[in-house]
């Protein structure tokens, strides 16, 4: 009798276990990482020089992690969020422009007389900026306009996919986007052909935005939104020669992940062993006295310079709060200009958990 009550009350154990797995998964709490004394980022894709460098290279701060995206490897861009906006590849230098007609089969090589549709590091001008995606990542401002459930609208668009640092001339490509259902059709075809391919692009919240490839179809490009924190990368940025605000390319640009929430704070000084001493006492007390701010280039290219060839500014370091609400200080070791000791095109890095 004894043994026949020992198995109902361990077959009761077991199905209470199991109605409590039903009723709610564990949840893990990762601990994010402290940082890290040095933290490479392998820009090189293949032979081509460091200021040129082929990847862009994803930084997690959390996850103490980096990803390396060829820079060639995607096309367009489609955001995940409410809207249906398109984005070009601004690290390729890919230019755009929309046409007033709304069929691919009317469009051929007269519709590309006298287009560019890219950047002149020589003679750059004012008018160029229409080809780029607004270098702020305003997403309202992009160059191909919000698609439209009325397919009418959804013009052609004529796509140079970018040459920017190295990357190899590619034919031109005509295009429109269409919506369907919660997601996007693309139609597509070279600027000389009559017909054209099709590929739809599903929406994913996971990420910033879904990624295609002309060659290559869906790519995998940025990690998931909440997975990354910034991204080093050649890109297409903004510069005045004293004729107004041109677009102009250039090296080792840091964007954040300023869609999913990342935000920064600049800290400079008078000299590098101010800021040495500075970075080594800066903790979670400071925190309150130095406000972060939005925004995609809160780094941007403030922490090097080229002109003359100093490398790394040694006299600053960055305060960022991640996508998770972590704070840390984050600074550059050396990137190979000057006499920092490092590789153009490999640049090292520091950081550290302040606040959690």
Request: proline fraction near 3%.
């Amino acid at each position: 009798m004894m043994n026949v009550k020992k198995m109902f009350l361990a077959i009761a154990m077991i199905s209470l276990f199991v109605a409590c797995r039903k009723d709610k998964d564990p949840v893990f709490n990762i601990s994010p990482s402290a940082g890290a004394e040095k933290v490479s980022f392998n820009g090189i894709a293949g032979n081509e020089a460091g200021n040129t460098a082929g990847n862009s290279v994803y930084l997690d701060l959390r996850g103490e992690k980096t990803t390396a995206i060829l820079r060639a490897g995607w096309d367009l861009g489609f955001y995940n969020g409410n809207d249906f906006r398109v984005i070009l590849n601004n690290t390729s230098i890919g230019g755009a422009k929309v046409l007033t007609k709304n069929d691919l089969a009317l469009v051929n090589a007269s519709d590309t007389m006298g287009l560019l549709l890219s950047v002149s590091q020589l003679d750059p001008q004012v008018a160029d900026l229409a080809f780029f995606d607004d270098i702020n990542g305003d997403l309202n401002k992009t160059v191909i306009p919000a698609v439209s459930e009325n397919d009418a609208l959804n013009r052609v668009i004529i796509l140079n996919r970018g040459t920017g640092g190295s990357i190899s001339p590619r034919p031109w490509i005509k295009l429109r986007v269409l919506r369907r259902g919660t997601g996007y059709l693309v139609q597509y075809a070279g600027i000389l052909e009559t017909t054209f391919k099709t590929i739809e692009v599903q929406k994913n919240p996971d990420f910033n935005f879904q990624f295609l490839s002309i060659d290559k179809g869906i790519v995998n490009v940025e990690p998931e939104k909440n997975k990354w924190d910034i991204v080093w990368s050649y890109s297409v940025f903004e510069a005045n020669f004293g004729w107004g605000i041109v677009p102009y390319s250039f090296s080792d640009l840091i964007a954040v992940n300023y869609l999913a929430g990342v935000q920064v704070k600049l800290k400079s000084y008078a000299d590098a062993a101010t800021a040495t001493a500075a970075y080594a006492a800066f903790n979670k007390d400071s925190i309150a006295t130095n406000p972060v701010v939005a925004g995609r280039w809160t780094i941007g290219n403030t922490w090097r310079s080229t002109q003359p060839a100093t490398g790394a500014r040694q006299d600053r370091f960055y305060l960022i709060k991640d996508t998770n609400g972590n704070y840390y200080k984050f600074k550059c070791l050396a990137m190979g200009v000057g006499a920092d000791g490092g590789t153009r095109g490999k640049p090292d890095f520091a950081y550290a958990l302040i606040a959690k």
